[in-house]
Protein backbone atom coordinates (compact mmCIF):
# COMPACT_ATOMS: atom_id res chain seq x y z
CA UNK A 1 0.00 0.00 0.00
CA UNK A 2 1.65 3.02 -1.07
CA UNK A 3 1.83 6.17 1.22
CA UNK A 4 -0.99 8.38 -0.13
CA UNK A 5 -3.10 5.14 0.36
CA UNK A 6 -2.43 4.74 3.84
CA UNK A 7 -2.97 8.55 4.96
CA UNK A 8 -6.20 8.24 2.77
CA UNK A 9 -7.47 5.89 4.82
CA UNK A 10 -6.09 6.99 8.53
CA UNK A 11 -8.57 9.98 6.92
CA UNK A 12 -11.44 8.40 6.91
CA UNK A 13 -10.79 6.28 10.38
CA UNK A 14 -10.55 9.55 12.03
CA UNK A 15 -13.75 11.51 10.48
CA UNK A 16 -15.25 8.20 11.26
CA UNK A 17 -14.19 8.55 14.78
CA UNK A 18 -15.28 11.79 15.20
CA UNK A 19 -18.52 11.24 13.64
CA UNK A 20 -19.32 8.29 16.39
CA UNK A 21 -18.45 11.33 19.06
CA UNK A 22 -20.58 13.24 17.77
CA UNK A 23 -23.43 10.60 17.61
CA UNK A 24 -22.85 10.42 21.34
CA UNK A 25 -23.35 14.14 22.16
CA UNK A 26 -25.82 13.97 19.46
CA UNK A 27 -27.42 11.03 21.79
CA UNK A 28 -28.06 12.53 24.84
CA UNK A 29 -29.97 15.01 23.52
CA UNK A 30 -32.17 12.64 22.12
CA UNK A 31 -32.02 10.19 25.61
CA UNK A 32 -33.53 13.99 26.72
CA UNK A 33 -36.31 14.83 24.61
CA UNK A 34 -36.97 10.42 25.01
CA UNK A 35 -36.95 10.49 28.75
CA UNK A 36 -39.60 13.91 28.81
CA UNK A 37 -41.63 11.63 26.34
CA UNK A 38 -41.93 8.58 28.47
CA UNK A 39 -42.86 11.13 31.28
CA UNK A 40 -46.66 10.98 30.02
CA UNK A 41 -49.33 9.19 30.27
CA UNK A 42 -50.60 9.42 27.12
CA UNK A 43 -48.63 9.96 23.92
CA UNK A 44 -49.84 9.15 20.40
CA UNK A 45 -47.40 6.94 17.39
CA UNK A 46 -47.78 8.01 14.01
CA UNK A 47 -45.79 8.50 10.57
CA UNK A 48 -45.63 11.28 8.22
CA UNK A 49 -44.40 11.44 4.40
CA UNK A 50 -42.08 14.29 3.45
CA UNK A 51 -41.37 15.44 -0.29
CA UNK A 52 -38.37 15.53 -1.48
CA UNK A 53 -36.13 16.03 -4.60
CA UNK A 54 -34.34 12.74 -6.72
CA UNK A 55 -32.52 13.89 -10.17
CA UNK A 56 -30.61 12.23 -12.01
CA UNK A 57 -27.18 13.00 -12.56
CA UNK A 58 -24.51 11.66 -15.29
CA UNK A 59 -20.80 10.38 -14.07
CA UNK A 60 -18.10 11.71 -15.48
CA UNK A 61 -14.88 9.36 -16.17
CA UNK A 62 -14.48 7.91 -12.61
CA UNK A 63 -11.07 7.15 -10.88
CA UNK A 64 -10.17 3.69 -11.75
CA UNK A 65 -7.02 3.01 -9.93
CA UNK A 66 -6.38 2.05 -6.80
CA UNK A 67 -9.39 -0.24 -6.73
CA UNK A 68 -9.54 -3.02 -4.44
CA UNK A 69 -10.84 -5.44 -7.30
CA UNK A 70 -11.32 -5.12 -10.62
CA UNK A 71 -14.05 -6.40 -13.17
CA UNK A 72 -13.33 -7.85 -16.31
CA UNK A 73 -15.29 -8.65 -19.51
CA UNK A 74 -18.42 -7.30 -21.02
CA UNK A 75 -21.73 -6.68 -19.66
CA UNK A 76 -25.02 -6.58 -21.44
CA UNK A 77 -27.05 -4.66 -18.96
CA UNK A 78 -30.02 -4.40 -21.69
CA UNK A 79 -31.33 -0.89 -20.42
CA UNK A 80 -27.94 0.54 -20.79
CA UNK A 81 -26.02 -1.54 -23.73
CA UNK A 82 -22.95 -2.98 -23.30
CA UNK A 83 -19.94 -2.08 -21.31
CA UNK A 84 -16.75 -3.64 -21.67
CA UNK A 85 -13.72 -3.86 -18.50
CA UNK A 86 -10.38 -4.48 -19.79
CA UNK A 87 -7.35 -3.93 -17.08
CA UNK A 88 -3.82 -2.68 -17.34
CA UNK A 89 -1.20 -3.42 -14.28
CA UNK A 90 2.35 -3.18 -13.66
CA UNK A 91 3.69 -6.52 -12.38
CA UNK A 92 6.76 -6.44 -9.96
CA UNK A 93 9.15 -9.41 -9.09
CA UNK A 94 9.40 -10.63 -5.26
CA UNK A 95 12.86 -10.71 -5.20
CA UNK A 96 15.80 -8.30 -7.35
CA UNK A 97 19.11 -9.63 -9.08
CA UNK A 98 17.90 -12.79 -9.01
CA UNK A 99 21.09 -15.52 -9.84
CA UNK A 100 19.61 -18.31 -12.50
CA UNK A 101 22.43 -20.43 -12.74
CA UNK A 102 23.88 -22.31 -15.51
CA UNK A 103 22.27 -23.09 -19.00
CA UNK A 104 18.62 -21.49 -17.68
CA UNK A 105 15.68 -23.21 -19.50
CA UNK A 106 12.31 -21.94 -19.22
CA UNK A 107 9.90 -24.65 -17.94
CA UNK A 108 6.21 -22.76 -17.65
CA UNK A 109 4.77 -19.55 -17.16
CA UNK A 110 1.60 -19.49 -14.96
CA UNK A 111 -0.56 -16.70 -14.29
CA UNK A 112 -3.19 -16.96 -11.44
CA UNK A 113 -5.83 -14.27 -10.73
CA UNK A 114 -8.49 -15.62 -8.02
CA UNK A 115 -12.39 -15.01 -8.45
CA UNK A 116 -14.32 -13.83 -5.66
CA UNK A 117 -16.50 -17.40 -5.35
CA UNK A 118 -18.19 -18.86 -2.35
CA UNK A 119 -16.99 -21.99 -0.18
CA UNK A 120 -19.70 -24.51 -0.05
CA UNK A 121 -17.89 -27.19 1.85
CA UNK A 122 -16.54 -30.13 1.00
CA UNK A 123 -17.79 -32.94 -1.34
CA UNK A 124 -18.83 -35.89 -0.04
CA UNK A 125 -17.92 -37.99 -2.68
CA UNK A 126 -14.14 -36.74 -2.09
CA UNK A 127 -13.78 -35.44 1.51
CA UNK A 128 -10.39 -34.00 0.34
CA UNK A 129 -11.58 -31.48 -1.97
CA UNK A 130 -13.89 -28.45 -1.59
CA UNK A 131 -16.53 -26.99 -3.83
CA UNK A 132 -17.33 -23.43 -4.95
CA UNK A 133 -20.38 -21.84 -6.58
CA UNK A 134 -20.08 -18.33 -8.36
CA UNK A 135 -23.34 -16.28 -8.58
CA UNK A 136 -24.28 -12.65 -9.36
CA UNK A 137 -23.57 -11.66 -5.11
CA UNK A 138 -19.93 -13.10 -5.59
CA UNK A 139 -18.55 -11.59 -8.60
CA UNK A 140 -20.01 -13.26 -11.99
CA UNK A 141 -22.67 -11.37 -13.83
CA UNK A 142 -23.96 -12.45 -17.38
CA UNK A 143 -23.46 -16.72 -18.94
CA UNK A 144 -22.06 -15.92 -22.37
CA UNK A 145 -18.77 -16.78 -23.17
CA UNK A 146 -15.88 -13.47 -23.79
CA UNK A 147 -12.62 -13.45 -26.09
CA UNK A 148 -9.46 -12.67 -23.90
CA UNK A 149 -6.71 -11.48 -24.59
CA UNK A 150 -3.53 -10.87 -22.16
CA UNK A 151 -0.70 -8.99 -24.34
CA UNK A 152 2.38 -7.56 -22.77
CA UNK A 153 1.69 -3.17 -22.18
CA UNK A 154 4.14 -1.11 -23.60
CA UNK A 155 2.84 2.24 -21.86
CA UNK A 156 4.73 3.59 -19.14
CA UNK A 157 1.83 3.68 -16.21
CA UNK A 158 3.45 6.31 -13.87
CA UNK A 159 3.63 6.45 -10.02
CA UNK A 160 2.93 9.78 -9.12
CA UNK A 161 1.75 12.93 -10.82
CA UNK A 162 4.10 14.73 -12.52
CA UNK A 163 2.45 18.15 -11.62
CA UNK A 164 2.58 17.39 -7.72
CA UNK A 165 5.07 14.98 -6.62
CA UNK A 166 3.17 13.97 -3.41
CA UNK A 167 0.45 13.13 -5.39
CA UNK A 168 -0.18 9.77 -7.16
CA UNK A 169 -1.37 9.70 -10.56
CA UNK A 170 -4.86 9.04 -10.91
CA UNK A 171 -6.18 6.78 -14.07
CA UNK A 172 -9.47 7.19 -15.01
CA UNK A 173 -12.17 5.16 -16.57
CA UNK A 174 -12.12 6.71 -20.15
CA UNK A 175 -8.04 5.70 -20.37
CA UNK A 176 -8.46 3.90 -23.43
CA UNK A 177 -9.56 7.16 -25.10
CA UNK A 178 -6.91 9.28 -23.95
CA UNK A 179 -4.07 6.28 -23.85
CA UNK A 180 -5.46 4.31 -26.40
CA UNK A 181 -3.68 1.09 -25.02
CA UNK A 182 -4.32 -0.72 -28.21
CA UNK A 183 -1.98 1.23 -29.81
CA UNK A 184 1.11 0.45 -27.09
CA UNK A 185 0.51 -3.30 -27.63
CA UNK A 186 3.29 -5.21 -27.06
CA UNK A 187 3.57 -8.82 -27.46
CA UNK A 188 0.38 -11.69 -27.28
CA UNK A 189 0.95 -13.92 -24.50
CA UNK A 190 -2.43 -15.85 -24.14
CA UNK A 191 -5.16 -15.67 -26.02
CA UNK A 192 -8.85 -17.49 -25.64
CA UNK A 193 -11.56 -17.14 -28.56
CA UNK A 194 -14.08 -18.69 -25.63
CA UNK A 195 -13.28 -17.82 -22.39
CA UNK A 196 -15.75 -18.35 -19.50
CA UNK A 197 -14.73 -18.63 -15.64
CA UNK A 198 -15.32 -21.90 -14.20
CA UNK A 199 -16.12 -22.34 -10.00
CA UNK A 200 -14.32 -25.54 -10.26
CA UNK A 201 -11.29 -26.29 -7.96
CA UNK A 202 -8.05 -26.22 -9.37
CA UNK A 203 -5.79 -29.25 -8.65
CA UNK A 204 -2.53 -29.38 -9.23
CA UNK A 205 -0.81 -33.20 -9.46
CA UNK A 206 2.82 -34.16 -9.84
CA UNK A 207 4.58 -37.80 -10.28
CA UNK A 208 6.15 -38.93 -7.18
CA UNK A 209 8.85 -41.23 -6.78
CA UNK A 210 6.78 -43.96 -7.49
CA UNK A 211 5.56 -42.63 -11.07
CA UNK A 212 2.07 -42.18 -9.37
CA UNK A 213 0.03 -39.02 -9.80
CA UNK A 214 -0.30 -36.88 -6.30
CA UNK A 215 -2.03 -33.82 -5.22
CA UNK A 216 -0.23 -30.92 -4.00
CA UNK A 217 -1.83 -28.11 -4.29
CA UNK A 218 -5.74 -27.40 -4.38
CA UNK A 219 -6.45 -23.58 -5.70
CA UNK A 220 -9.49 -21.56 -5.16
CA UNK A 221 -11.23 -20.77 -8.47
CA UNK A 222 -9.21 -18.64 -10.50
CA UNK A 223 -8.28 -17.62 -13.92
CA UNK A 224 -5.20 -19.64 -13.79
CA UNK A 225 -3.03 -19.94 -17.39
CA UNK A 226 -0.24 -19.96 -19.41
CA UNK A 227 1.67 -16.76 -20.48
CA UNK A 228 3.24 -18.44 -23.06
CA UNK A 229 4.56 -16.02 -26.68
CA UNK A 230 3.63 -18.64 -29.21
CA UNK A 231 6.90 -18.96 -31.38
CA UNK A 232 8.84 -16.67 -29.30
CA UNK A 233 11.24 -16.71 -26.33
CA UNK A 234 9.90 -13.72 -24.58
CA UNK A 235 10.41 -14.82 -21.28
CA UNK A 236 14.01 -16.41 -22.03
CA UNK A 237 14.81 -12.53 -23.42
CA UNK A 238 13.15 -10.38 -21.02
CA UNK A 239 15.21 -12.11 -18.10
CA UNK A 240 18.21 -12.61 -19.81
CA UNK A 241 18.31 -16.71 -19.48
CA UNK A 242 21.10 -16.57 -22.50
CA UNK A 243 23.34 -14.54 -19.92
CA UNK A 244 24.85 -16.66 -17.52
CA UNK A 245 27.76 -14.34 -16.16
CA UNK A 246 27.67 -13.36 -12.68
CA UNK A 247 26.86 -9.37 -13.70
CA UNK A 248 23.61 -8.26 -12.19
CA UNK A 249 21.13 -6.43 -14.94
CA UNK A 250 19.75 -2.98 -13.57
CA UNK A 251 16.51 -4.20 -15.31
CA UNK A 252 16.27 -6.61 -12.51
CA UNK A 253 17.49 -4.33 -9.83
CA UNK A 254 15.20 -2.71 -8.20
CA UNK A 255 11.20 -1.94 -8.45
CA UNK A 256 11.23 1.31 -10.43
CA UNK A 257 13.65 -0.11 -13.14
CA UNK A 258 11.72 -3.30 -13.98
CA UNK A 259 8.63 -0.84 -14.26
CA UNK A 260 9.98 0.95 -16.70
CA UNK A 261 11.48 -2.07 -18.58
CA UNK A 262 8.49 -4.48 -18.67
CA UNK A 263 5.37 -1.87 -18.55
CA UNK A 264 2.95 -4.50 -17.43
CA UNK A 265 0.11 -6.32 -18.80
CA UNK A 266 -2.89 -5.70 -20.59
CA UNK A 267 -6.31 -8.09 -20.21
CA UNK A 268 -7.96 -7.46 -23.35
CA UNK A 269 -11.91 -8.11 -23.47
CA UNK A 270 -13.94 -8.61 -26.66
CA UNK A 271 -17.81 -9.51 -27.23
CA UNK A 272 -19.08 -12.41 -29.07
CA UNK A 273 -21.94 -12.41 -30.79
CA UNK A 274 -23.07 -9.00 -28.98
CA UNK A 275 -22.49 -10.66 -25.76
CA UNK A 276 -20.57 -12.03 -23.02
CA UNK A 277 -19.99 -11.98 -18.87
CA UNK A 278 -18.51 -9.52 -16.79
CA UNK A 279 -16.19 -11.42 -13.29
CA UNK A 280 -14.78 -9.98 -10.70
CA UNK A 281 -10.78 -10.47 -10.08
CA UNK A 282 -8.84 -10.48 -6.92
CA UNK A 283 -5.83 -8.92 -8.32
CA UNK A 284 -4.88 -8.59 -4.59
CA UNK A 285 -3.88 -12.35 -4.26
CA UNK A 286 -2.31 -12.44 -8.09
CA UNK A 287 0.18 -13.96 -9.35
CA UNK A 288 2.68 -14.51 -12.37
CA UNK A 289 5.00 -17.01 -11.79
CA UNK A 290 8.46 -17.98 -13.94
CA UNK A 291 9.20 -21.73 -13.23
CA UNK A 292 13.04 -22.57 -15.03
CA UNK A 293 15.94 -25.14 -14.73
CA UNK A 294 19.54 -25.36 -14.85
CA UNK A 295 22.46 -26.57 -14.16
CA UNK A 296 23.92 -26.98 -10.20
CA UNK A 297 27.42 -26.24 -11.40
CA UNK A 298 29.42 -27.01 -15.15
CA UNK A 299 31.41 -29.71 -13.49
CA UNK A 300 27.58 -31.39 -13.01
CA UNK A 301 25.01 -32.62 -15.82
CA UNK A 302 22.54 -32.75 -12.79
CA UNK A 303 19.74 -29.88 -12.74
CA UNK A 304 17.43 -28.14 -10.33
CA UNK A 305 14.02 -26.13 -10.58
CA UNK A 306 13.84 -22.85 -9.66
CA UNK A 307 10.82 -20.15 -9.86
CA UNK A 308 10.88 -16.23 -9.83
CA UNK A 309 7.18 -14.38 -8.60
CA UNK A 310 5.45 -11.39 -9.49
CA UNK A 311 2.69 -9.56 -7.84
CA UNK A 312 0.09 -6.85 -8.69
CA UNK A 313 1.17 -4.68 -6.57
CA UNK A 314 1.58 -1.87 -8.89
CA UNK A 315 -0.24 0.66 -10.41
CA UNK A 316 -3.73 -0.65 -11.56
CA UNK A 317 -6.59 0.40 -13.37
CA UNK A 318 -9.69 -0.48 -15.16
CA UNK A 319 -10.76 0.99 -18.91
CA UNK A 320 -14.15 0.86 -19.13
CA UNK A 321 -15.95 1.36 -22.36
CA UNK A 322 -19.80 2.09 -22.47
CA UNK A 323 -21.75 1.47 -25.26
CA UNK A 324 -22.20 4.82 -27.51
CA UNK A 325 -24.94 4.02 -29.44
CA UNK A 326 -27.34 3.95 -25.88
CA UNK A 327 -28.33 7.05 -24.95
CA UNK A 328 -30.57 6.24 -22.45
CA UNK A 329 -27.94 7.93 -19.47
CA UNK A 330 -27.22 11.22 -22.15
CA UNK A 331 -31.06 11.77 -22.49
CA UNK A 332 -32.18 11.26 -18.62
CA UNK A 333 -29.29 13.89 -17.71
CA UNK A 334 -30.05 16.50 -20.22
CA UNK A 335 -33.61 16.56 -18.97
CA UNK A 336 -32.79 16.34 -15.34
CA UNK A 337 -35.53 18.75 -13.30
CA UNK A 338 -33.37 19.64 -10.86
CA UNK A 339 -36.56 21.56 -9.41
CA UNK A 340 -39.31 19.06 -9.01
CA UNK A 341 -36.99 16.10 -9.16
CA UNK A 342 -37.10 13.92 -11.69
CA UNK A 343 -39.85 10.91 -13.19
CA UNK A 344 -37.27 7.92 -12.99
CA UNK A 345 -33.73 7.75 -11.72
CA UNK A 346 -31.25 5.93 -14.04
CA UNK A 347 -28.45 4.44 -11.52
CA UNK A 348 -25.70 2.30 -13.55
CA UNK A 349 -22.34 1.49 -11.98
CA UNK A 350 -18.91 2.16 -13.31
CA UNK A 351 -19.24 5.33 -15.57
CA UNK A 352 -22.68 5.52 -15.32
CA UNK A 353 -25.17 7.39 -13.85
CA UNK A 354 -26.54 8.48 -10.20
CA UNK A 355 -29.13 10.31 -8.43
CA UNK A 356 -28.51 13.98 -6.47
CA UNK A 357 -31.21 13.34 -3.18
CA UNK A 358 -32.60 16.65 -1.40
CA UNK A 359 -34.63 16.05 1.23
CA UNK A 360 -37.46 17.84 2.69
CA UNK A 361 -37.54 20.06 -0.68
CA UNK A 362 -41.08 20.70 -1.14
CA UNK A 363 -44.52 21.68 0.82
CA UNK A 364 -46.25 19.95 3.16
CA UNK A 365 -49.93 20.15 4.63
CA UNK A 366 -49.96 21.97 8.00
CA UNK A 367 -53.38 20.46 9.90
CA UNK A 368 -53.28 23.01 12.71
CA UNK A 369 -53.01 25.77 9.94
CA UNK A 370 -55.17 24.21 7.11
CA UNK A 371 -52.82 25.35 4.49
CA UNK A 372 -49.67 24.28 2.76
CA UNK A 373 -46.09 25.11 4.33
CA UNK A 374 -42.47 24.01 3.45
CA UNK A 375 -41.49 20.93 4.22
CA UNK A 376 -38.02 21.43 6.40
CA UNK A 377 -39.86 24.46 8.28
CA UNK A 378 -42.41 21.99 9.28
CA UNK A 379 -40.66 19.47 10.34
CA UNK A 380 -37.80 21.88 12.62
CA UNK A 381 -41.39 23.13 14.03
CA UNK A 382 -42.28 19.85 15.86
CA UNK A 383 -38.88 19.85 17.87
CA UNK A 384 -40.82 20.34 20.65
CA UNK A 385 -43.37 17.82 20.09
CA UNK A 386 -41.77 14.46 18.09
CA UNK A 387 -39.23 12.00 19.55
CA UNK A 388 -38.05 10.62 16.19
CA UNK A 389 -38.58 6.37 15.90
CA UNK A 390 -37.54 5.52 12.45
CA UNK A 391 -36.78 7.56 9.29
CA UNK A 392 -36.95 5.61 5.85
CA UNK A 393 -36.26 6.58 2.10
CA UNK A 394 -38.53 4.01 -0.01
CA UNK A 395 -37.51 3.60 -3.74
CA UNK A 396 -39.81 1.54 -6.06
CA UNK A 397 -38.11 -0.66 -9.40
CA UNK A 398 -39.75 0.56 -11.98
CA UNK A 399 -40.10 -3.05 -13.47
CA UNK A 400 -41.92 -1.93 -16.46
CA UNK A 401 -38.24 -0.91 -17.68
CA UNK A 402 -36.40 -3.21 -16.01
CA UNK A 403 -36.12 -7.51 -16.39
CA UNK A 404 -34.65 -8.51 -13.14
CA UNK A 405 -31.21 -7.50 -13.76
CA UNK A 406 -31.28 -4.96 -10.70
CA UNK A 407 -28.47 -4.53 -8.54
CA UNK A 408 -29.36 -6.54 -4.91
CA UNK A 409 -27.46 -3.10 -3.16
CA UNK A 410 -27.58 0.51 -3.37
CA UNK A 411 -25.80 3.13 -1.62
CA UNK A 412 -26.84 7.05 -0.14
CA UNK A 413 -23.38 8.85 0.82
CA UNK A 414 -23.48 12.81 2.06
CA UNK A 415 -22.09 14.72 -1.26
CA UNK A 416 -20.59 17.53 1.03
CA UNK A 417 -18.23 14.64 3.09
CA UNK A 418 -18.13 12.20 0.70
CA UNK A 419 -19.23 9.63 3.59
CA UNK A 420 -22.02 7.37 4.26
CA UNK A 421 -24.86 8.63 6.28
CA UNK A 422 -23.95 7.94 10.43
CA UNK A 423 -26.21 5.18 10.37
CA UNK A 424 -24.08 3.35 8.40
CA UNK A 425 -21.13 3.14 10.48
CA UNK A 426 -23.41 2.05 13.53
CA UNK A 427 -24.56 -0.43 11.43
CA UNK A 428 -23.76 -3.41 13.34
CA UNK A 429 -24.36 -5.64 10.40
CA UNK A 430 -21.52 -5.31 9.14
CA UNK A 431 -20.06 -8.25 6.74
CA UNK A 432 -16.63 -8.24 5.59
CA UNK A 433 -16.69 -12.43 4.18
CA UNK A 434 -20.46 -11.89 2.64
CA UNK A 435 -20.81 -8.20 1.42
CA UNK A 436 -24.40 -9.00 -0.10
CA UNK A 437 -25.72 -9.11 3.36
CA UNK A 438 -23.85 -6.36 5.03
CA UNK A 439 -24.84 -3.46 6.60
CA UNK A 440 -28.52 -4.36 6.02
CA UNK A 441 -30.39 -2.56 9.13
CA UNK A 442 -29.40 0.54 7.52
CA UNK A 443 -29.85 -0.17 3.84
CA UNK A 444 -31.68 -3.24 2.80
CA UNK A 445 -31.21 -5.65 -0.06
CA UNK A 446 -33.84 -5.67 -2.79
CA UNK A 447 -36.74 -6.57 -2.26
CA UNK A 448 -37.84 -9.09 -4.90
CA UNK A 449 -41.06 -10.61 -6.34
CA UNK A 450 -42.05 -14.10 -6.80
CA UNK A 451 -40.41 -13.95 -10.20
CA UNK A 452 -37.28 -12.35 -8.84
CA UNK A 453 -37.94 -8.89 -10.15
CA UNK A 454 -36.89 -5.82 -8.41
CA UNK A 455 -39.54 -4.39 -5.89
CA UNK A 456 -37.78 -1.74 -3.75
CA UNK A 457 -35.28 -0.77 -2.03
CA UNK A 458 -35.35 0.83 1.63
CA UNK A 459 -33.10 2.94 3.37
CA UNK A 460 -32.94 3.84 7.23
CA UNK A 461 -31.33 6.99 7.87
CA UNK A 462 -33.22 7.50 11.78
CA UNK A 463 -30.02 8.72 12.66
CA UNK A 464 -29.06 10.93 10.03
CA UNK A 465 -32.49 12.91 10.10
CA UNK A 466 -31.87 13.07 14.12
CA UNK A 467 -29.01 14.80 13.36
CA UNK A 468 -30.96 17.38 11.38
CA UNK A 469 -33.57 17.31 13.92
CA UNK A 470 -31.91 17.66 17.50
CA UNK A 471 -28.54 18.88 16.89
CA UNK A 472 -29.55 21.43 13.70
CA UNK A 473 -26.73 19.57 11.29
CA UNK A 474 -26.86 20.55 7.72
CA UNK A 475 -29.38 18.95 5.41
CA UNK A 476 -26.95 17.95 2.92
CA UNK A 477 -27.77 16.55 -0.29
CA UNK A 478 -27.12 13.22 -0.96
CA UNK A 479 -25.69 10.95 -3.72
CA UNK A 480 -27.74 7.51 -4.36
CA UNK A 481 -24.95 4.89 -6.37
CA UNK A 482 -25.26 1.06 -6.96
CA UNK A 483 -22.94 -0.82 -5.25
CA UNK A 484 -21.41 -4.18 -5.79
CA UNK A 485 -19.93 -4.24 -2.39
CA UNK A 486 -21.25 -1.79 0.42
CA UNK A 487 -17.99 -2.36 2.72
CA UNK A 488 -16.19 -0.33 0.44
CA UNK A 489 -16.12 3.61 1.07
CA UNK A 490 -13.14 4.87 -0.35
CA UNK A 491 -14.27 7.54 -2.89
CA UNK A 492 -12.94 7.30 -6.51
CA UNK A 493 -12.78 11.05 -8.00
CA UNK A 494 -14.60 12.25 -10.56
CA UNK A 495 -12.57 13.54 -13.31
CA UNK A 496 -12.32 17.83 -13.52
CA UNK A 497 -15.03 17.91 -11.10
CA UNK A 498 -13.80 20.52 -8.24
CA UNK A 499 -16.75 23.07 -9.31
CA UNK A 500 -19.16 20.00 -9.65
CA UNK A 501 -21.76 19.32 -6.99
CA UNK A 502 -20.49 15.26 -7.10
CA UNK A 503 -16.80 15.09 -7.12
CA UNK A 504 -16.67 11.42 -6.04
CA UNK A 505 -18.36 8.44 -5.83
CA UNK A 506 -17.60 5.32 -3.56
CA UNK A 507 -15.62 3.00 -5.05
CA UNK A 508 -18.59 0.06 -4.72
CA UNK A 509 -20.17 1.92 -6.89
CA UNK A 510 -16.98 1.75 -9.67
CA UNK A 511 -16.87 -1.76 -9.00
CA UNK A 512 -20.34 -2.33 -10.09
CA UNK A 513 -21.76 -3.11 -13.64
CA UNK A 514 -25.37 -3.44 -12.98
CA UNK A 515 -27.70 -0.88 -13.32
CA UNK A 516 -31.79 -0.03 -12.54
CA UNK A 517 -34.53 2.54 -13.46
CA UNK A 518 -36.43 3.79 -10.20
CA UNK A 519 -39.57 5.94 -9.63
CA UNK A 520 -38.24 9.31 -8.78
CA UNK A 521 -39.59 12.03 -7.00
CA UNK A 522 -41.68 14.13 -9.42
CA UNK A 523 -45.40 14.51 -8.95
CA UNK A 524 -46.38 12.76 -11.99
CA UNK A 525 -45.22 9.84 -10.84
CA UNK A 526 -48.45 7.57 -8.69
CA UNK A 527 -48.09 8.35 -4.96
CA UNK A 528 -47.66 5.10 -4.01
CA UNK A 529 -44.62 4.91 -5.86
CA UNK A 530 -43.61 8.06 -5.48
CA UNK A 531 -39.68 8.34 -3.94
CA UNK A 532 -40.44 9.77 -0.47
CA UNK A 533 -38.70 10.19 3.00
CA UNK A 534 -41.36 8.66 5.51
CA UNK A 535 -40.78 9.41 9.23
CA UNK A 536 -42.43 7.87 12.27
CA UNK A 537 -42.79 9.93 15.69
CA UNK A 538 -44.27 9.68 19.00
CA UNK A 539 -45.81 12.72 20.55
CA UNK A 540 -47.95 13.63 23.70
CA UNK A 541 -51.59 14.01 23.44
CA UNK A 542 -53.39 17.27 23.67
Excluded at 55 to 80: A, E, H, R, W
Excluded at 114 to 132: I, K, R, V
Excluded at 322 to 333: G, H, K, Q
Excluded at 401 to 419: A, C, T, W
Aim: contains cysteine; hydrophobic residues 35%; charged residues 25%.
Amino acid sequence: MTMKKTIKSLKIICIMLLIAFAFVACDKDYSSVKSDIEGLENFNTDAKKFPIVAFNKKMKPVQTSDLSSNSLGIYNGNIYGLTTAGVVSQIVPTRFNPVFGLETELESVILTIPYFATNEGGDENDPESTLYSMEEKDSLFGNAPIKLSVYRNNYFLRDFNPENAEETQKYYSNANSTINFDSHLGELLYVDDDFFPSPTEIVITEENEEGEEEVTQRIAPSLRVELLNPGGDFWETLLFFDDDSDIPHPELSNPNNFKEYFRGLYFKTEAIDGNGHMTMLNFGLASVVVNYSFRIDEDSDEREDGFLSFNFNGVRLNVLENDLSNTVIDNADAAANEVDGDENLFLKGGEGSMAIIDLFNGDVFDDELGVDVPAFDYFMSKKEQWLINEANLVFYVDQGQVSGQEPDRIMLYKLNSNLPLIDYFIDGSTNTFDPLNSKINHSRILERDEDENGVKYKIRLTEHINSIFVRDSTNTKLGLVVSTNVNEILQSCLLDSEDETVTNVPSGSVMSPRGTILHGSNENVAEEKRAQLEIFYTEPEN
